[in-house]
């Protein structure tokens, strides 16, 4: 089992719509949480950085973070065709062990005007 | 603004060649770097931690003689693909940490590498 699942899709939504996008994982030592937004051929920019569990907002975008259930979630509100790319969830653990991240594969998400 | 820098975005070489892939850390000193590499349709994986000053830390099944990796300051790191093969043909991205920002990970543009 990999440490992070996350959904390829593709996702299709037409423009403004509320998107949903999740990943789990498996191992309780993770305790940051990002989601990055990756466009073709590009790299991964980031979105959301969180930490405790609960809801960060920022602009139309809303990280979820539950901890017990080992579940995170992002949701983009208003959707545009300028959302469409891959979107990465990403975490670590704690900084005693380092910064380097453990990927979800990206779900695709594609919006339609 | 762009935190992190990597040159060249994309680079075409001969089997059997060598080729060099440079990222630098703009706004801060960078201690720690990271590579990772990303197949298409596939998440990135990360290849290898770069540390200031001393060896670099590679992740299992990453071989260090043919991925030599070189964190000679604190704001540049480079990565050189040696005796390239088609098979090494991927998208090659680093990223940094940024400690005055709770140790957030920024991540460079990517480098794509064709090896024909």
């Known amino acids: 089992q990999k440490e992070v699942e996350q959904d390829p899709g593709p996702l299709s939504v037409p423009e403004g719509a509320i998107v949903s996008l999740n990943c789990t994982y498996s191992?309780?030592?993770?305790?940051?949480f990002m989601w990055y937004r990756q466009y073709s051929r590009k790299g991964p920019e980031l979105l959301m950085y969180?930490?405790?569990?609960g809801n960060k907002e920022d602009g139309r975008f809303t990280a979820q973070v539950d901890k017990s259930s080992k579940y995170i979630s992002l949701f983009i509100r208003d959707s545009q065709p300028s959302d469409s790319a891959t979107y990465l969830c990403?975490?670590?653990?704690?900084?005693?062990?380092?910064?380097?991240?453990?990927f979800g594969k990206g779900t695709s998400l594609l919006v339609t005007p | 603004g762009a935190v992190v820098s990597q040159h060249p975005s994309r680079v075409i070489c001969k089997s059997g060649t060598s080729v060099k892939i440079e990222c630098r850390s703009l706004?801060?000193?960078?201690?720690?770097m990271f590579w990772y590499r990303q197949f298409p349709k596939q998440s990135l994986m990360l290849m290898a931690t770069s540390n200031e000053g001393s060896k670099a830390t590679y992740e299992q099944g990453v071989e260090k003689d043919k991925f030599l990796i070189n964190h000679a300051s604190l704001t540049l790191s480079t990565l050189t693909v040696t005796s390239a093969h088609p098979e090494d043909s991927s998208f090659y991205i680093c990223?940094?940490?940024?400690?005055?920002?709770?140790?957030?990970?920024?991540f460079g543009e990517g480098s794509w590498l064709t090896v024909v």
């Open positions: 706004d801060f000193q960078a201690t720690t």
């Open positions: 990403a975490m670590r653990k704690g900084s005693n062990s380092g910064y380097a991240l453990n």
């Open positions: 990223s940094v940490a940024k400690e005055s920002s709770g140790n957030t990970i920024y």
């Open positions: 191992n309780s030592a993770f305790q940051y």
């Open positions: 969180t930490y405790s569990s």
